[in-house]
């Protein structure tokens, strides 16, 4: 291989690093974009809500309330149903108070970047007060872990950490901050290197190398958490492994040998159709199943709680959330996003639409209370100036999009405004 | 039987694995997303088939190496859930060489980007190739000669600063 081959190989393997992770709704969002292209019904495009960027206005609202646009490569072709070709305006929504007014304790205004002028992103709340941050690849190539104690709202810096190229979780623990980082060297097999720095600050120290596959078949590792004196993750396809944080060899959690973390120590698999369907407790060895029944789809299993949606003939019907045994089940709004709970399996986030179905804002729900807040988020219109691509002249086009924030299961919620970091700490919603 | 069936587990499965590879072909995390996704509607409209033939990895790759370098994105009206990795923002390099031959590589045309990953990503043949693509053989190896060429070109002109570039 020539240096031109070997250096293009290399950063494709980095970059590839890099990717996008697939949501747990992936397969659900297909689902529907699927069912809505074959069967074309009103009552379906309802059920639009299936993306975290969402798109909209103009012509691409149109098309979104219209039948659905024709599919390229099935060429299935299903008939309308009765009554879906003609669809009254809906109303816009009505603005729920800001989040700032609801849940006032919970919420933390920061500044968009840091005291050296960098953009960072929140990792995750250590405790009550404290924020983990860390500065975004783009903005230098140098890259460093800060804490925010959100009382103050003072950054304190904890240490610069070696450029991660890869992929990289951060777990506390104990005072412990892990995270991962993807190595290859020529010659030898990749890598998954696993390292930590204490939260008080310090050098960051390789804690141990995890020999990873064919990763474009079988992935990286992720769930990574800090037990006791060990470093616990998980293979990407499965496989529960733990290594001491002073360093030594992964070796294999007895009974987790096709297992996922959940939430230490509950390690799950997925069943069929539902994310972590059965689950297991590995130090004291109970076990969970969920109740799932049919009809129902994009069933989604944390520790406590279920979220999924319920179709009647194959046709969105509703969101709901309930407890794992079955029981407690609520309904959730109509334009809940999957894939993008907002944490603790209670908190949920939501679509708001103004004029013309037009994305307004977005909007926290309590699945618990019923509340609801407004969490300041804005859509920001785009223009795609016209061109000519391989000779087929292409008009401008305008759009809207909507960032909805990155969800999660713990209790962070952080939200990017236009001129700073709103972190929402859901734990402190009573 | 459920015309469905094992398809939500090939997702999980492969999820992961198509988005690395739509990000290598698209060269942004909104593209590849939206990428993966069109692929795998395809894939899922055509799974009874593709399932009994046991080859989706290849039927939804090809998918995407094509729709990559065809015109689908002007259909486009709405986006994927994705989720960034870790939270960080796109592909950066420790050394300003390979920063400068991933961006070069975005500019390059479609198909011989496509080209180039299929060749020294997924490690394909040029017949593989061609095949994939759906062009000839020939048609293979004068876009990865281009392709590289224009490369090389980016690889000259890197610029060395305090002493990262290797």
Known sequence: MTHLEDTLNRVLSGAADQAPRASAGLAAAVETRHRRRRTRTAALLSAAAVAAVVIGAGAAVNTLRGPAAPSPATGESGSPSPGATKHAEPPADEMPPPVTKVWPKAVHDLPAKLPDGREYEPQLLLDDRTLLVMTTALDGKRQFLWRFDLGSGRPTRIAEIPPARGSAIYADGGGNIVWWASYKEPGRRRVARIWTVPVTGGRPRPVADVPLGDVMKEGHINGLTVADSDVVFAYEKGGVHRVPLSGGRPRPVKGAERHHVLRWPWVGVHRGKVVFRELLNVETGERRDAVVNSGEEQVRCGVERCVGVRTRNGVFATWFVRDRDGSGERELPKRSVPGAEAGLGRFFMFQLNGREAAPAGVALYDADTGRSADLGVRPEKHTIPARVVRGRHIKKQTYVSLAIPDGGDDRLLAVRLTDRMRIVDLAAIE | ?166
């Open chain 2, 1 to 166: 039987m459920d015309d469905a069936s094992g398809f939500e587990g090939f997702v999980a499965e492969h999820g992961d694995a198509l988005l690395r590879y739509g990000y290598l072909l698209a060269g942004n995390p909104h593209d590849a997303a939206d990428l993966v996704q069109e692929a795998l509607v395809r894939l899922r409209g055509a799974w009874p088939r593709v399932r009994r033939k046991d080859d989706p990895q290849g039927y939804v790759r090809t998918t995407m190496a094509r729709l990559h370098i065809s015109l689908w994105r002007r259909r486009r009206r709405e986006r994927l859930t994705w989720t960034p990795p870790e939270r960080t923002g796109h592909a950066f390099f420790p050394s300003d060489e390979e920063q400068g031959l991933w961006r070069r590589l975005a500019e390059l045309p479609r198909r011989q980007r496509a080209v180039l990953v299929l060749r020294y990503y997924e490690q394909l043949s040029d017949s593989e190739i061609a095949e994939v693509l759906g062009i000839s053989t020939g048609t293979v190896r004068s876009q990865a000669f281009r392709g590289l060429d224009k490369l090389r070109t980016a690889l000259s002109s890197a610029p060395v600063t305090d002493g990262s570039t290797r």
